[in-house]
């Protein structure tokens, strides 16, 4: 059964880090690029990340870029998204997702991805 499982949500002050993690079960993580995206309240999901199959190549989306980073262990079928200088509007429920070829597009989005995890909150506040 496929499954994506994400932990290491919390909350944090501005300026903080968080690591979050998604497990993956029931299908070769090592042959599909995977992504992160976020949603927060009354808005709606967003790319974050994308890294293809190898690792070899990473997309971010502006708002994010400089301060996270995505990365994964195809040996443990875990992918990674680390979060520095965290800023409040970075607070929203965030999700892993499969995407169905091994390499990332341009852009990060929601259409091109599927088989989805069930979110960690992550909440940035003074």
């Known amino acids: 059964q496929l499954q994506l499982v994400e932990s290491g949500g919390g909350s944090v002050q501005p300026g903080g880090s968080l690591r979050v993690s998604c497990v993956v079960s029931g299908f070769t993580m090592e042959y599909y690029a995977m992504g992160w995206f976020r949603q927060a309240p009354g808005k709606e999901r967003e790319g974050v990340s994308c890294?293809?199959?190898?690792?070899?190549?990473?997309k971010y989306a502006d708002s994010v870029k400089g301060r996270f980073t995505i990365s994964r262990d195809n040996a443990k079928n875990t992918v990674y998204l680390q979060m520095n200088s965290l800023k409040p509007e970075d607070t929203a429920v965030y999700y892993c997702a499969a995407r169905g070829w091994d390499y990332c597009s341009e852009y990060v989005v929601t259409k091109d991805f599927g088989s989805w995890g069930q979110g960690t909150q992550v909440t940035v506040s003074s």
């Open positions: 890294i293809s199959s190898s690792g070899g190549s990473t």
